[in-house]
């Protein structure tokens, strides 16, 4: 069966698209084949909006970029299906994550909320293909936080019998799957680790007055010197202290909390935008340290793996790595068995694949669902049959 899979993450640079071809009916025994991926970047007037949608936005612009991302998805895939010889008909379904403009986790009386756009019905109508999408709300409606929700594909595609592997994702927001040495899915543990790069991302742009997307090279951290007292006092920030499960987004460390530290901080120069640099790269260093010190079997851990954006941020990357020492860090496709940056992608792939199978997605202890649940909504392609 042949599936492909879409993810637009929290760091909100683009889209990510991957085809894979899935052998077996077992996920404890499935074989997968890679047949193509790609990165569709967002315009800068689309991410704009993006931004601005999350931390603002109303109906009216929350239903235009629903349509708009659903058209977005629909020409990436087309353009990899062209790229790639893969015709649109040998496609079982598309597994489409959304892009999440809002993230509410449950709360002790109260249940989580969470909103994706891109909508699955332009995405059918633009490819032709069956679409399933909207993940993360069974999960929630069961009580959990609808996130993570790659450790399960994670199990399936990358665990690596007799050794312990942590995969850190660095998007906007942070997360971490621990896959155990032996056993099955059960033992997976996996939670978000607090801030990625969102917070990196958004104090670059400002720094250079919307020139940079992002700390090109992790420059301006290098540059910088970490400001100690102000790097304790955003480690007290409460979700550190919250035990798995437990997830977050930009509703906790986004645009308007980096403005509450810039306002402290009140940098004048560009020294001091260094330095908030480093301190902010200090920061999720140190909080997915913590995060694993706190909850994870470090001495099971036989090797770290970065994925996402923040991957490809030296700075970011050597910080990581003396903050975990001993524990060995890698990154890149060798370390992996794929692209770093197709990992998401291929995990929603293969949720739609999970989801035409009737096969639970997620994993309850990772979660906090009341128990194992099929995932996602399917829209039919392009005709009745389909």
């Known amino acids: 069966m042949k599936v492909a899979g879409l993810m637009s993450g929290t760091s909100l640079d683009g889209i990510d698209v991957a085809v894979l071809e899935v052998m077996g009916q077992e996920p404890a025994t499935l074989r997968t084949r890679f047949l193509g991926f790609a990165t569709a970047v967002h315009p800068d007037e689309l991410r704009g909006r993006l931004l ?203 645009e308007a909390y980096l403005g509450r530290i810039v306002q402290e901080v009140d940098p004048k120069t560009e020294a001091d935008w260094d330095d908030l640099l480093a301190t902010l790269t200090a920061l999720t260093a140190r909080s997915v340290a913590r995060s694993y010190r706190d909850h994870l079997p470090v001495d099971h851990i036989h090797e770290v793996v970065l994925t996402g954006g923040g991957a490809r941020n030296p700075a970011l990357v050597d910080a990581l790595t003396q903050a975990l020492d001993p524990l060995p860090v890698h990154t890149g496709s060798q370390a992996l068995g794929m692209d770093p940056d197709a990992r998401e992608a291929a995990a929603f792939a293969l949720l739609a694949w999970a989801h035409l199978q009737g096969v639970p997605g997620n994993l309850p202890q990772v979660t906090g669902a009341a128990g194992p649940r099929v995932l996602g909504s399917l829209t039919p392609g392009r005709g009745a049959g389909q």
Not at 54 to 59: C, D, I, K, N, Q
Not at 147 to 155: C, E, H
């Open 52 to 254: 601005r949608a999350v931390e603002l936005g109303g109906p009216q612009e929350l239903a235009h970029l629903h349509r708009e991302l659903g058209r977005a998805f629909g020409r990436a895939l087309n353009e990899l299906l062209q790229r790639s010889g893969i015709q649109a008909e040998e496609l079982a379904a598309v597994g489409s994550h959304g892009q999440t403009v809002w993230h509410a986790p449950p709360e002790p009386g109260a249940p989580g909320a969470t909103l994706q756009l891109g909508c699955p019905h332009t995405l059918a109508e633009e490819t032709g293909v069956p679409v399933v999408s909207d993940f993360r709300s069974r999960d929630v409606a069961a009580g959990g936080h609808g996130a993570p929700l790659v450790p399960w594909p994670d199990w399936v595609l990358l665990r690596r019998p007799g050794q312990g592997r942590a995969l850190q994702n660095l998007g906007g927001m942070g997360n971490v799957t621990w896959l155990p040495a032996e056993g099955g899915p059960e033992g997976v543990r996996a939670f978000d680790t607090g801030p990625g790069v969102a917070l990196l991302d958004g104090a670059a742009r400002e720094a250079s007055g919307g020139r940079d997307p992002w700390d090109v090279d992790g420059r301006r951290a290098r540059r910088g010197s970490v400001q100690e007292s102000l790097l304790e006092g955003l480690l007290e920030h409460p979700f550190f202290q919250l035990p798995p499960p437990r997830s977050t987004g930009r509703e906790s460390f986004g």
